[in-house]
């Protein structure tokens, strides 16, 4: 009887490293060994027992069946002790929740994940938990947050040679970059990458790190050698992993370079491979990518009602987009600060303190600025004397007339306070004020010059007025600030407007203004309830303290102005 055992135990040792090596490549093998592996349940010891409901359920992921694949870890994640081992289980919980768009219970299991850490031994095993915290911020936008997972997976290559974890934390370097918009920098990754996953002999990495420069290729306009690099990694995506989400960016990407330039026959063709794995895998963003390439390739070849049921398609799934990042955000923000440890807290507490003295230093420095241009205007005055005050006049008379702001063309300060005050005397609809300004603007003129923050200015404008009505008020307040004034909107409405807005100005392509570089943008929201008899000075004071606390939680986020809070401060 011990020699049967035996031998069943040797039957699962010779099938699982089958099933680990086709997972994720070859579904059809991987399928038919965990078949084979069922067969032999009942003879499991605990540990192989974990091995499999572990790897079958990381199977029905690749299948997109995430729905009994967080049902088999959810049962059976309590008997797992080690942390490795729960790690691992945690690890799918991760992916398939956030598959589903149920981002708070990913991130709970991420930030349980990332507890593991320290006490998990093995580099290989520290890299499982890392990685699927990764993903999930990369998925969030998260991008600082991920890029520092990234340099932590990089970190435990030690002094192995084509060690997993160079390999790893360099492909996750140049793909993060590339996703938050820094292509130059993603770039300079690329060859070490490359190299990093050779020597560790991880072909699928590298496969992945060099479409990912190959799309960037195409992406700023480089269609011929974009082609040229392409289409050979296709070759090699049809053996490896011919399923991968990869191939699909890949496919979509030339369909966008063989449209460029003009050979629409073969722009039709990845692209409607690229349309058709994209539907089946059911991924949104490639689905919303795939749809719009072919409704632009279905126009060019002038077939025009086609074209229009793709872009039909194309408005609906961005719609889904836009309001899938908003509840990612929702969630990521909720998740991030009911989690925290109290260390964290004091971090936070002693980083919100010093910008408070900040704020404070930098306002008393603008008194003395105040007083000293005082003391100036008033020696200057009894200098002029009435010729300087008919001056002041005309200045004023001419500054009441302007009504447009001439770099942006939205309305000036003066102009929109005024009519925002006109939209305060009507208390029978609800009214709010949204501020919102550029997110470390000063760097942008430093780096790139004044030219390119004029020319962001004047494109967040046009982008904010895309998703306006034409009787909601656009102002410019000064240097990057803005306000928005709206009637008749629920707090609601006025919050996913701010959200759209938002994500709509991180999605700007900066290249035509001959730099690439990321643009955000922090809000701040304040609402007059119908019936309520704020003035417009009372709730843009309440909108600004919105934004400063936006400001103050990390940026690129929209805040609410909630009175109860802000009177028990």
Known sequence: MSGTIAAEHDTFDSLYPEVLKTLGTSPKEADAALEKLRALQPTFTPEQNEKFQLTYAHSLGDRGRHEERIAIVESFIGQVTAPARRASFLYELIDGNTALGRYEKALQAMNESILLVPVIEKPSQKIVALQGALNLLRSLHAYDDALGLAERIYALRGNTVGSYAACAGLANKVETNYERGSSVLAGSFVPDAIKAC???????????????????????????????????????????????????????????????????????????????????????????????????????????????????????????????????????????????????????????????????????????????????????????????????????????????????????????????????????????????????????????????????????????????????????????????????????????????????????????SGFEFAIASSFGIATRAVGEHDNYKDLLAAADKALYVSKNTGRNRVSVYQPSKANEQ
């Open 198 to 512: 050779d020597a560790n002999k991880n072909p699928f990495f590298s496969l992945i790190v060099k479409s990912l420069a190959a799309i960037d290729l195409i992406d700023v306009g480089n269609y011929a050698k974009g082609i040229a690099s392409s289409l050979p990694l296709m070759q090699e995506f049809s053996v490896l992993s011919p399923d991968s989400d990869y191939a699909v960016q890949l496919e979509e990407a030339l369909a966008r370079a063989y449209l460029k330039t003009n050979n629409l026959e073969r722009a039709e063709h990845f692209g409607q491979l690229a349309y058709q794995r994209a539907q089946s895998g059911r991924v949104l963003l490639l689905q919303e990518k795939t749809s719009e390439t072919m409704a632009a390739i279905k126009r060019a070849q002038g077939k025009l009602a086609a074209a229009i049921d793709y872009y039909d398609i194309n408005l609906a799934l961005k719609k889904k987009v836009l309001d899938d990042q908003v509840q990612k955000n929702l969630a990521y923000q909720r998740v991030k600060f009911d989690t925290q440890d109290k260390a964290n807290q004091l971090a936070l507490l002693e980083q919100k303190n010093q910008n408070l003295r900040m704020e404070r230093t930098l306002q008393e420095r603008q008194y003395e600025n105040m007083i000293l241009l005082m003391t100036l205007g008033l020696i200057l005055l009894t200098i002029l004397g009435a010729w300087l005050i008919r001056t002041i006049g005309k200045m004023d008379a001419f500054r009441l007339s302007a009504q447009v702001d001439a770099l942006t063309q939205v309305s000036n300060r003066a102009y929109f306070t005024t009519c925002a005050q006109q939209a305060f005397k009507d208390t029978r609809q609800t009214v709010s004020l949204v501020l919102f300004d550029m997110d470390y603007f000063k760097h942008v003129n430093d780096t790139f010059g004044h030219a390119t923050g004029d020319w962001v200015l004047k494109t967040v404008c046009e982008t904010v007025k895309a998703h306006l009505r034409k009787t909601d008020l656009f102002g410019r307040l000064g240097g990057e600030e803005f306000a928005l004034c709206l009637s008749g909107f629920t707090p609601e409405e006025v919050l996913t407007l701010a959200e759209r807005c938002r994500v709509a100005i991180l999605a700007t392509d900066t290249r035509p």
